[in-house]
């Protein structure tokens, strides 16, 4: 996760799709982002002859693909061409702000942006008018955010369930709505291990602490998660905790959402800790740009102060404290690397080549399932998304 502290108002950017930009996009994209930024040596793919299959009988499909790492849009754009289909995605608003030459080219290739933290209308009505043209998917990450482990899914948005649904209900007779979750896996050459020492001295360098290379590379992860969770709460809380691990990423996390939604009206429909970390961002963002009543320059660093408040809890939140632990493999030892590099340097390292492993999983037939009433118009959205994380789920196992 990369920190949000602006107070930019939010542009819709709608995808503008040039026939000349995406023989050309792809290729930056194999050469630049895969091969070289992210280190994609191989994409294995298996299932996505029926998506194509679905797509060229001009059905409203929708790829719902977990969201683990930086390159899972370029991997899941590339694996579309393959089969030659023309994906649009949906990207949060904050990659078109980067620069207005990176919101063209996004644009050009398909992308459209949401305003994660809000009732975006115009990024669903795009969605739902995409599907409703048919004939290549959409591809919308329900988690919403990186959280950089690939065995465990986070609790799924319900947004991409409910644009499904409306989509469904507006099709004409022989064309069908289809979900299809998408699990996205990758590995790591057996060299990554070699370069776990140097990269954990450098983090141990970036706290204050004197490396320690000859520490066995788990005891050093643990020490080092544990000690930037120590900072983080002396921080935020004034003291550095003790005991389980989990337990004080919870309370750190709980902690400081409670004392942000001590100052701004609580969204009762916000439950879990991404849910609140948006309804927050969204109040705050609201705050900081109201053009009536401009909050003061005391005010506004207030402001700034509890987005960072509420980026630190969704870090906090992001972590599972036995996730390496449960399984210490050589692809969670350099999952959690690269989690660390990007909370202490900004963006993670990619040292050595990986193979991704795409498995688009069996198509749920969500006009099938309005038909027979297995799933309801109405009040639908909650009963997809339980359905779509268990399918997910069994695809990274």
């Not at 204050?208 to 005891?219: H, I, S």
């Amino acid at each position: 996760m990369r920190r949000l502290r602006n107070d930019l108002p939010y542009t819709f950017r709608p995808p503008k799709l040039g026939c000349w930009l995406r023989p050309v996009g792809l290729a930056v994209n194999r050469a630049v982002h895969l091969s070289r930024k992210y280190r994609i040596a191989k994409i294995e793919d298996h299932g996505f002859d029926r998506v194509r299959e679905l797509a060229e009988a001009g059905h409203a499909i929708l790829l719902a693909p977990n969201h683990s790492d930086h390159s899972d849009p370029h991997v899941v754009m590339e694996l579309a061409a393959r089969y030659a289909m023309k994906t649009c995605f949906m990207g949060a608003r904050e990659i078109f702000e980067v620069s207005p030459l990176a919101a063209w080219a996004l644009q050009g290739m398909g992308v459209f942006s949401v305003d994660r933290d809000g009732p975006d209308l115009s990024a669903i009505k795009t969605a739902i008018a995409l599907l409703e043209k048919g004939g290549h998917p959409l591809v919308i990450f329900p988690e919403g955010e990186i959280y950089h482990h690939h065995r465990r899914l986070d609790p799924l948005n319900e947004g991409v369930a409910s644009i499904l649904l409306k989509t469904a209900t507006r099709l004409p007779e022989g064309r069908m709505a289809f979900l299809v979750p998408v699990g996205l896996r990758f590995f790591h050459d057996p060299s990554v291990e070699a370069t776990f020492r140097d990269r954990l001295s450098k983090l141990e360098d970036r706290i204050g602490w004197t490396p320690k290379p000859l520490m066995p590379v788990d005891d050093r992860i643990l020490r080092l998660g544990t000690g930037i969770l120590a900072l983080k709460e002396t921080e935020y809380l004034g003291y550095a905790g003790s005991g389980n691990v989990q337990e004080r990423l919870n309370h750190l996390c709980d902690t400081l959402l409670k004392l942000v939604e001590s100052r701004y009206p609580r969204d009762a429909k916000a439950v879990t800790p991404p849910e609140r970390v948006r309804a927050l961002r969204f109040r705050i963002r609201r705050r900081l740009l109201d053009l009536e009543k401009p909050p003061s320059a005391v005010e506004k660093e207030l402001l700034l102060d509890d987005l960072d408040r509420v980026f630190t809890a969704l870090q906090a939140h992001s972590y599972i404290g036995d996730y390496l632990l449960e399984d210490p493999t050589l692809d969670r030892r350099a999952e959690t690397l690269l989690k660390l590099e990007e909370d202490l340097f900004g963006f993670p390292t990619y040292p050595v080549d990986r193979t991704a492993r795409v498995i688009a999983g069996e198509p749920i037939p969500v006009s099938d399932l309005l038909k027979s009433g297995e799933l309801p118009a109405k009040g639908g959205a909650s009963q997809l998304t339980e359905l779509l994380e268990t399918r997910l789920g069994e695809l990274l196992k």
